[in-house]
């Protein structure tokens, strides 16, 4: 069961993620505490479709949130196949899904998805600048190839919207976010969700050395707005709602 709004369950076919994300939200979410470093492992659920099965013989009909811990189109997707067999599954009883991802992998599935009567596809946009998202999501497809997949999964007729999120400091200012929204409406999001960066447990002490080596005035702004709540956080909400007023696109900031 899942208990994020609009979504009654949550499948997510891997553990671990080789997007590598230095601002992922997931050890935290999980209380993960093992040896190896979040982003440097994933667990390949290998029965899961075979468990999926027997899961929606008896679950009452609900969206199914794919993925909501680890990205269901990281790399190794690509050779094990686990979301795609697990989505044959989902179109069997048509259940309604709702997949989130930052990788252009999905447009492989494009086959199925436009089966199902009820879905829609939500793409992670963190910035535009390919080397800062080189740095901050090392693992996850480049910002143009998601632009590009979220294109061509709207020309194909499915429902998609984009997750601008965690906004950081010093990379999402005013410019920046002006450019990120209207590229995202132009490639078919019919609406967006923002969120600021977050103190999750553990999450500096994972990117501030990373950032002081390979970007620290990104660093240093990010402190800025953690440590002495220099107003970023407030400006880029309002940023944000005003940018969206004047391009007629419906969003929702969660600070």
Wanted: a neutral charge; aromatic letters at 6%.
């Amino acid at each position: 069961m899942s208990g994020l709004p609009g979504l009654d369950y949550t499948l997510n076919p891997y553990m671990g993620c080789g997007h590598a994300c230095i601002y992922c939200y997931a050890p935290s979410t999980l209380r993960y505490a093992g040896p190896d470093a979040w982003g440097s492992f994933v667990n390949v659920k290998a029965d899961i479709p075979r468990v999926l099965e027997k899961e929606v013989r008896t679950k009452k009909r609900g969206v199914v949130g794919i993925s909501t811990v680890t990205d269901p189109y990281q790399p190794v997707e690509e050779k094990y196949r686990l979301t795609r067999s697990c989505l044959k599954v989902l179109l069997a009883k048509d259940l309604p899904i709702c997949v989130q991802t930052k990788s252009a992998l999905v447009v492989r599935d494009i086959d199925l998805l436009r089966e199902f009567k009820d879905k829609e596809v939500g793409f992670t946009v963190t910035t535009l600048d390919e080397r800062m998202s080189g740095i901050m999501e090392p693992g996850a497809s480049k910002p143009a190839a998601r632009l590009d997949a979220l294109k061509t999964l709207s020309d194909n007729g499915i429902a998609t919207w984009a997750f601008v999120g965690p906004m950081v400091p010093g990379i999402i200012d005013k410019e920046r976010l002006e450019e990120l929204l209207a590229r995202v409406q132009e490639a078919g999001a019919s609406h967006v969700m923002l969120d600021r960066l977050r103190l999750k447990p553990g999450l500096w002490g994972r990117m501030e050395p990373i950032l002081m080596e390979k970007a620290p005035d990104i660093a240093e702004a990010c402190k800025r707005a953690l440590f002495k709540n220099d107003g970023t956080f407030e400006a880029l909400r309002s940023d944000a709602a005003r940018i969206c007023l004047e391009l007629k696109l419906p969003c929702e900031l969660n600070y």
